[in-house]
T-cell receptor, first 116, second 115 residues
């Protein structure tokens, strides 16, 4: 079974703090993704990576950065946390396109972040 | 820009009823369409994946159809059970530039099945 783990289920931080959210997958997947999920807005893609040290902006990258130093690990960084970054953060991984078919994404359990 | 819409936003049914959840999308140039389930406070679990060349997929009591030309998909749940209560998300797989396929999500249908 594919396993995607996230470092914390719940996190409380202060405005202005630097926040690291870690995601690890154990299936040697090429692609990894960070989403945030908010009521009424659904899931929105923040950043994704299709290879080590590669990163691409998603729909809402402002205020975030990412790091992918190893294939299995994809980190989301909030450089200076703000209250509007209070949200549920979901990480996902995927093998991408295999034999011409786009494979599904496997999601972690999520991190609920509260910024005070 | 691809937009994915799910109707209804919420649905409450008595146990045993058959039900249909709807998903529509604006751009038919998709790789695939997926249905996910999300329990409260949890991550997403993939239920069914329909490739763009396929018309439907079945898994147990679930059947998903895809009509790419009209930009529609339905998720049919037979003989609903209280354990089916969750939010169901529809997502279309797209190819953006050099990406390896990104998902565009609808906002979900929150299903409640009453005993």
């Amino acid at each position: 079974d594919v396993k995607v783990t996230q470092s914390s289920r719940y996190l409380v931080k202060r405005t202005g703090e630097k926040v690291f959210l870690e995601c690890v997958q154990d299936m040697d997947h090429e692609n990894m993704f960070w989403y945030r999920q908010d009521p009424g807005l659904g899931l929105r893609l923040i950043y994704f990576s299709y290879d080590v040290k590669m990163k691409e902006k998603g729909d809402i990258p402002e205020g975030y950065s990412v790091s992918r130093e190893k294939k299995e690990r994809f980190s989301l960084i909030l450089e200076s946390a703000s209250t509007n970054q209070t949200s549920m953060y979901l990480c996902a991984s995927s093998p991408g396109i295999v034999r011409g078919m786009l494979e599904t994404q496997y999601f972690g359990p999520g991190t609920r972040l509260l910024v005070l | 820009k691809q937009e994915v819409t799910q109707i209804p936003a919420a649905l409450s049914v008595p146990e045993g009823e058959n039900l249909v959840l709807n998903c529509s999308f604006t751009d038919s140039a998709i790789y695939n369409l997926q249905w996910f389930r999300q329990d409260p406070g949890k991550g997403l679990t993939s239920l069914l994946l329909i490739q763009s060349s396929q018309r439907e997929q079945t898994s147990g009591r679930l059947n998903a159809s895809l009509d790419k030309s009209s930009g529609r998909s339905t998720l049919y749940i037979a003989a609903s059970q209280p354990g089916d209560s969750a939010t169901y998300l529809c997502a279309v797989g797209m190819n953006y530039g050099g990406s390896q396929g990104n998902l565009i999500f609808g906002k979900g249908t929150k299903l409640s099945v009453k005993p």
